[in-house]
T-cell receptor
Framework: ETGVTQTPRHLVMGMTNKKSLKCEQH?????MYWYKQSAKKPLELMFV???????ENNSVPSRFSPECPNSSHLFLHLHTLQPEDSALYLC?????????????FGPGTRLLVL | AQSVTQPDIHITVSEGASLELRCNYS??????LFWYVQSPGQGLQLLLK??????LVQGIKGFEAEFKRSQSSFNLRKPSVHWSDAAEYFC????????????FGAGTRLTVKP
């Protein structure tokens, strides 16, 4: 596979469930990102990892827990979510080196919290 | 307040007509500027970016954008729209000094009439 892949593509979960989103990049990049895309709101950066180290956490609630075991994989662990967390969660990757490095996005995971 | 604004939520154009999507930013110093496109069920794809130099930037799929410092704008244009251009378009900025903090506009949805 090429590019950035995300699984699952769709997820429905209850507020008491625990689930994980997975992202994998096949581009040899060393930076990975999680974004949240809600209806009628701009895309929001959630987390940034550089060489497996978290460098950005934009005031994201603790019910979202990222994990980056290596530079090719990124997870977003979810627990006790709220209905307002329903959104499209996008993963991206890039070379670490500043904004001139293009971010490549995966297709996203559509999450519905009931 | 710092912001990136896309004034048009939804635009409809006829196939073959020209297109201009507006983007304005409000930052103390000119940020790095980007345009992304998102087709239904897909992640975001970079169309073009501007850092410095020639203010008219050529991108993929026949798109171009013009940076106008006096108007704090970075409008996206295409001389002749194709039905496959129907998608959501996002303007994004990376403020100077915040190399991984990409801020997105709310997006403009483009519908193409036959």
């Amino acid at each position: 596979e090429t590019g950035v892949t995300q699984t699952p593509r769709h997820l429905v979960m209850g507020m008491t469930n625990k689930k994980s989103l997975k992202c994998e990049q096949h581009l040899g990049h060393n930076a990975m990102y999680w974004y949240k895309q809600s209806a009628k709101k701009p895309l929001e950066l959630m987390f940034v990892y550089n060489f497996k180290e978290q460098t950005e956490n934009n005031s994201v609630p603790s019910r979202f827990s990222p994990e980056c075991p290596n530079s090719s994989h990124l997870f977003l662990h979810l627990h006790t979510l709220q209905p307002e967390d329903s959104a499209l969660y996008l993963c991206a990757s890039s070379q670490w080196g500043g904004p001139q490095e293009t971010q490549y996005f995966g297709p996203g995971t559509r999450l519905l919290v009931l | 307040a710092q912001s990136v604004t896309q004034p048009d939520i939804h635009i409809t154009v006829s196939e073959g007509a020209s297109l201009e999507l507006r983007c304005n930013y409000s930052y103390g110093a000119t940020p790095y500027l980007f345009w992304y496109v998102q087709s239904p069920g897909q992640g975001l794809q970079l169309l073009l970016k501007y850092f410095s130099g020639d203010t008219l930037v050529q991108g993929i799929k026949g798109f171009e954008a013009e940076f106008k410092r006096s108007q704090s704008s970075f409008n996206l244009r295409k001389p002749s729209v194709h039905w496959s251009d129907a998608a959501e378009y996002f303007c994004a900025v990376v403020p100077l000094g915040n190399n991984n903090d990409m801020r997105f506009g709310a997006g403009t949805r483009l519908t193409v009439k036959p």
